[in-house]
């Protein structure tokens, strides 16, 4: 199954973008973690539904934390991790900031369900590909 066909499979079995993405990296880490999908899920629709920041910024930044951050008392996280979130969120805001007018919920959407499945399909697509891009230059994956 292909990256689209995989981010519409989820997106009609009712996930969003936030959950979407970590599944994604789940995935691609050859994992399943229900517990953390569901947490994920408090992103949605733009930070518990109010419309903010889109779950593709936040579950970017979630899915190289997954790979990169701290997860233990005795782990380091990655050396380049805050630059490398950094760099992942000056992306999504130049990216958004240029296709939609801005990096909310509300700015991708508008509140309509139908710009929903228009444009967020793509942007979650997109939002993978780059952090998998930043975690393959990283030697990660």
Not at 35 to 48: D, E, K, T, V
Not at 74 to 93: A, I, M, N
Not at 127 to 133: G, H, I, R, V, W
């Amino acid at each position: 199954m292909d990256l689209f066909d995989r981010i519409l499979e989820l997106t009609r079995q009712g996930f969003f973008c936030s959950q979407i993405l970590m599944q994604l990296g789940l995935d691609a880490d050859g994992k399943e973690n229900p517990q953390l999908i569901r947490a994920m899920g408090g992103l949605n629709g733009g930070l518990g539904f109010t419309e903010n920041v889109c779950g593709c910024m936040t579950g970017g930044c979630c899915l190289l934390s997954y790979f990169l951050g701290k997860g233990e008392g005795d782990e380091l996280e990655d050396p380049e991790f805050r630059q490398t979130l950094g760099g992942f969120v000056k992306w999504f805001e130049a990216k958004s900031g240029d296709e939609f007018g801005g990096v909310t919920c509300r700015d991708i959407t508008g509140g309509g369900e139908g710009r929903r499945l228009e444009h967020c399909p793509g942007l979650i697509s997109d939002s993978f590909e780059k952090c998998m891009e930043i975690l393959r230059e990283k030697g990660v994956v």
